[in-house]
């Protein structure tokens, strides 16, 4: 059996520290925070914890980003033809949080069933569809990272973005404060 000694210089023997993973320099880590690890959650972790932790930091970034833009949209009134449940027109519901009042118990299982569905479907065929999406983009390796890096950040700030107007929704009523403090108020239900 081969040890990792094996592959170390000569006379030289890995210790523990030596072989845990360094994300320094791994994709996101950028200024002015560089490698930021607050909660210590890949402390002795290894590549394949990173893997997962960054595929589910992406995958929230992506949610949040659909969520800021559906928290705009229905906030400028665009709604869905039709009915969310028997009876409750989309038109009907409110925006933001308190839609959650205002949609029937079938209403929200419908929703979530269909965000299940969606789900299933994707993970099932989620290599082959990134891979058609950059093979049909054209980029080459660099610019695959750069826009990697600038899909991560952007989730980044989209989930600090969906909670900030989820708490002021909850405050005050008044999630898009900043237009309220320029002088252009956002009528909000």
């Given amino acids: 059996m081969v040890g990792v000694s094996a592959f170390s210089p000569a006379g030289r023997v890995a210790s523990s520290s030596a072989l845990k993973m360094g994300f320094e320099n791994a994709l996101g880590a950028q200024a002015p925070l560089g490698f930021w690890d607050p909660l210590g959650l890949l402390k002795d972790a290894d590549q394949e914890r990173f893997d997962r932790l960054r595929y589910v930091e992406v995958k929230h970034g992506r949610i949040s980003m659909l969520a800021i833009l559906g928290h705009l949209v229905t906030t400028a009134g665009v709604r869905l033809p039709g009915e969310i449940a028997y009876g409750v027109p989309f038109?009907?519901?409110?925006?933001?949080?308190?839609?959650?009042?205002?949609?029937?118990?079938?209403?929200?299982?419908?929703?979530?069933?269909?965000?299940?569905?969606?789900?299933l479907g994707f993970n099932s065929r989620q290599a082959e569809?990134?891979?058609?999406?950059?093979?049909?983009?054209?980029?080459?390796?660099?610019?695959?990272?750069?826009?990697?890096?600038?899909?991560?950040?952007?989730?980044?700030?989209?989930?600090?973005?969906?909670?900030?107007?989820?708490?002021?929704?909850?405050?005050d009523n008044n999630p898009y404060i900043i237009n309220s403090l320029l002088g252009a108020p956002v009528p909000f239900n």
């Fill in 91 to 119: 038109s009907s519901v409110k925006n933001g949080l308190a839609a959650l009042d205002t949609i029937p118990a079938a209403g929200i299982a419908q929703i979530i069933a269909f965000i299940g569905l969606i789900e």
């Fill in 129 to 171: 569809i990134e891979e058609a999406q950059l093979k049909a983009s054209g980029w080459d390796a660099e610019t695959i990272e750069k826009k990697s890096a600038i899909e991560l950040n952007n989730g980044r700030a989209a989930q600090m973005g969906i909670l900030a107007l989820m708490v002021h929704e909850k405050l």
